[in-house]
């Protein structure tokens, strides 16, 4: 018969691994595909779930099962224990949600000081003569981070073949670059000259 300890380790070290480990993930382009097509594959399960629950990312879960594993050894496997990794939980998912919340306010502040500097980078470009895709990618390689990395997502969208409309589209939405990308996106349909627009900016 399997003692407890090994059992007990095993199950422990097998959260931690899916905590550290969350599994492949889809590529780039793949992620890409799915965000212009705007299709949103929600399985039955999923649309069943509390809202507050589907809120809650894979790696948040794994986080917080990871941090109730952790509670429940430490506190000797009992009634008491599996109370505490009960609590730790969604302690430990509220916190990393905390913390991830943060992060995505120092990129949205990131990304709002670097705009100027990259539209004066398409500017320059497009005066230069440069078409639109070409100066996406010239400003994608000069452009900090986070910024060239939405600008690598347009070039992902027009790299599968999407029109310069709907690779902007894609990020309409964006709280720092979604109206540009709007006024961009209606350039390409409308044939404007994308110089004019952005000096709106």
Known sequence: MITSG??????????????LFPGP?????????????????????????PGWVSRISGLQWRFGLLAGAVCWLLWGQGLAACLVAAGAIPLAIAGLRWLESASQRRRAQQLAAQLPGCLELF???????VPLRAAVRHVAALAPEPSAGLLRAVLG???????????WAWL???????????????????GAAVAEVLEVH
Do not use: F, Y
Not at 161 to 167: E, I, L
């Open 25 to 49: 993930n889809r590529s780039a382009l793949r992620q890409v595909a799915a965000a212009a097509s705007g299709a949103k594959r929600v399985t039955a399960w999923q649309d069943r779930m």
């Open 172 to 190: 309409r939405d964006d709280t720092v670059w979604g109206a540009v990308a709007r006024d961009l996106a209606r350039c390409a349909e409308s």
């Open 157 to 167: 969208h027009l790299d599968l073949g999407r029109s310069d409309a709907q690779a």
């Open 123 to 129: 500017a320059a470009a497009l005066d230069a003569g």
């Open 6 to 19: 090994p059992v007990i380790a095993g199950l422990t070290l097998g959260v931690a691994l899916l905590c």
